[in-house]
């Protein structure tokens, strides 16, 4: 097998740079919503199970998404056309999302509306999003991986940060912040717009700058015959792949377990809890309630700033297990502290450590993973690997309004939940035995 050959920088930036504008959609998701259906109408008790839809999209599209990708080789590149039409349909359902309340429906028909568009928008996202982390494992050495997945984490942050700004910049400009009982406002819509612009350009960019290896090259890069005729190609099932995974796959898919949980309940219960703890409300109609919902864009900017710098530190840990049980301990502190803390500002600190954990898991997974298994099944590997991230918020999803009357219905519980969730991640981190199957093969 031959030995991947170093990439410039600017080759590592350019694979990724796509995923720029792909996390401002998922940031704009993310943020905004909690607050959406909490404004069409949705009863706190019920807004867990708006959130059961992305991750159920996202496990049953990126295992077939890498799947196919695996077996496509065509002019255009092998990753790169499910890249281009996972973020052409993110555009159109995302002009059409947030108007979800403006097109005269009634209560229920709106939301019925909003959680159609939400199933379509997270479908096209986790289209979008995977062939970005199949192809860092496809074109980049053992050596250089913790790098590219870093300038991943560096770019999914900064794109983050666009997205959780967007309402509060254009609210400052001018742009109305309130709107009609049951409608969104338009400084969330607007956001949205812009949001769908910036991907379609940035996903061109990563279209137009990245160039895929051709099947004969792949197949001598990752120590495989390529057959180009397909016609005798043994074809391993994903249920064959998934039984015969190294063990990393499923001690690190523990660790992702405690860690989507929490992450699923942050972004659930966020906007009610600070609403609630900070601003004194719990009216999803009040301009109070609106104005908490702008400044948890501006606490999951901090997050994403948090995790900018956190992720340029830890490669200096000598240990990724290390970094990856430092940074989530951080986490969970910082999701705890939301209790004892009345000030909006000084919120900041703990979403700064929550930013720690973040970068983490945006890393370390992935680069521990695609250490370990070799190239000729590695978007299928990575598909399945998604389950860790969407069986977990499923699960948390479907129990969350349980959970939440078991707290005693106080939303702001729910992030004290969450920083439990990570500290018990960061325990399983040790039981995490790294292999490297580039060293294997040689």
Known sequence: MRAKPDLSFWKLWNLSFGFFGVQIAYALQSANISRIFATLGADPHNLSYFWILPPLMGIIVQPIIGSLSDR???????????????ALIAVIVMCLLPNAGSFGFTV????IFGFIALMFLDTSINMAMQPFKMLVGDQVNEKQKGLAYSIQSFLCNAGSLV???APIIFTAIGISNIAPKGQVPDSVTYAFYVGAAILILCVIYTFVTVKEMP???YAEFHGFEADANKDNEKKESMLSLLIN??????TVGLVQFFCWCAFMYMWTYTNGAIADTVWGTTDTSSAAYQEAGNWVGVLFAVQAV??????????????YKMAY???????????ISTMFIHDQYMLFVSYILIGCAWAAMLALPFTILTNSISGKNMGTYLGLFNGTI???QIIAASIGGILLSLVGGAQVNMLVLAGILLILGAASVFIIKETSAEKADK
Do not use: D, N
Not at 108 to 111: D, E, F, L, N, R
Not at 306 to 319: C, D, E, L
């Open 325 to 335: 049980f430092v940074s989530l301990v951080l986490g969970g502190i910082g999701f």
């Open 245 to 250: 995974a190294p063990k990393v796959f499923w």
């Open 306 to 319: 948090g995790s900018v710098i956190w992720a340029t530190i830890i490669p200096r840990f000598k240990s």
């Open 72 to 86: 496509t080789w065509c002019r255009f590149g092998r990753r790169l056309p499910y890249l281009i039409l996972g």
């Open 163 to 165: 997205g959780y700004l």
């Open 108 to 111: 229920s028909a709106a939301m």
């Open 215 to 217: 099947p004969k090259e």
């Open 390 to 392: 969407c069986l977990p």
